[in-house]
């Protein structure tokens, strides 16, 4: 069974700064594309970033370009998503998800509770 756990949601100010992190169960890490997706109340489930299995390459919406940032530790069995100049919009569960591209195959984490004040 693969688990994800996300952590590292909170409360912050406009302008500050949340690093997230995502653990990941197992020893098939290394075969995951993995990726960050919010979901503020009312709205539908959106993409945010994603990163290869390699980490050399990484995509991210629009909205946070410039902004986030995805990286991976193979060897910790983890991804960061490091949020800065957080707006007020950014509020939103966030959710790990990994991606399976030996077995085609997607996980996907609880959620962590991210909360911009204006």
């Known amino acids: 069974q693969v688990q994800l756990l996300e952590s590292g949601g909170g409360l912050v100010q406009a302008g500050g700064s949340l690093r997230l992190s995502c ?3 197992g ?3 290394s075969r995951y594309a993995m990726g960050w997706f919010r979901q503020a109340p009312g709205k539908e489930r959106e993409f945010v970033a994603s990163i290869s299995r390699s980490g050399g390459s990484t995509n991210y ?5 410039g902004r986030f940032t995805i ?3 193979n060897a910790k069995n983890t991804v ?3 949020m ?5 919009e950014d509020t939103a ?3 790990c998800n990994a991606r399976d591209e030996v077995l085609v195959y997607e996980y996907w984490g609880q959620g962590t ?6």
């Not at 919406?61 to 370009?65: E, F, L, Q, R, T």
């Not at 800065?84 to 007020?88: Q, T, V, W």
């Open 23 to 25: 653990a990941v169960s």
């Open 27 to 29: 020893h098939t890490f």
């Open 61 to 65: 919406a629009n909205s946070v370009k």
């Open 71 to 73: 990286s991976r530790d």
């Open 80 to 82: 960061i998503l490091q």
């Open 84 to 88: 800065n100049s957080l707006k007020p």
């Open 93 to 95: 569960v966030y959710y």
């Open 113 to 118: 509770q991210v909360t911009v004040s204006s």
